[in-house]
């Protein structure tokens, strides 16, 4: 069964920092790619950033590139997302999900990933 837990969530002030975990079990984890996706209530969910499943190949959203950065620790089975210089605009629940391969696929669209995990709320204050 492919549980996703993501953690390191919170409230921070604009200008702050955060770091969010991704951890990964029931799947073998260096032969998938990853995403982060991101919702407000009464909006529909949106595409933060993806990696390949080397870490090698990553993707932003122009929202938040050169923001945020999206790694990978594949022994971990780990997938993170730094977040700097956050902005109000930032506040959402913050969700990982997982492809069930790791050839091309279409990053930006949620209807691509196989599983999700339950999210984790971030927060800025202005």
């Known amino acids: 069964q492919v549980q996703l837990e993501e953690s390191g969530g919170g409230l921070v002030q604009a200008g702050g920092s955060l770091r969010l975990s991704c951890a990964a079990s029931?799947?073998?984890?260096?032969?998938?790619?990853m995403g982060w996706f991101r919702q407000v209530p009464g909006k529909e969910r949106e595409f933060v950033a993806a990696?390949?499943?080397?870490?090698?190949?990553?993707y932003y959203a122009d929202s938040v590139k050169g923001r945020f950065t999206i790694s990978r620790d594949n022994a971990a089975n780990t997938v993170y997302l730094q977040m700097n210089s956050l902005k109000a605009e930032d506040t959402a629940v913050y969700y990982c999900?997982?492809?069930?391969?790791?050839?091309?696929?279409?990053?930006?669209?949620?209807?691509?990933?196989?599983?999700w995990g339950q999210g984790t709320q971030v927060t800025v204050s202005s």
């Open positions: 029931g799947l073998i984890f260096s032969m998938v790619n």
């Open positions: 990696t390949n499943w080397s870490g090698g190949t990553k």
């Open positions: 999900a997982v492809v069930k391969y790791s050839g091309a696929w279409h990053y930006m669209s949620p209807g691509t990933y196989d599983y």
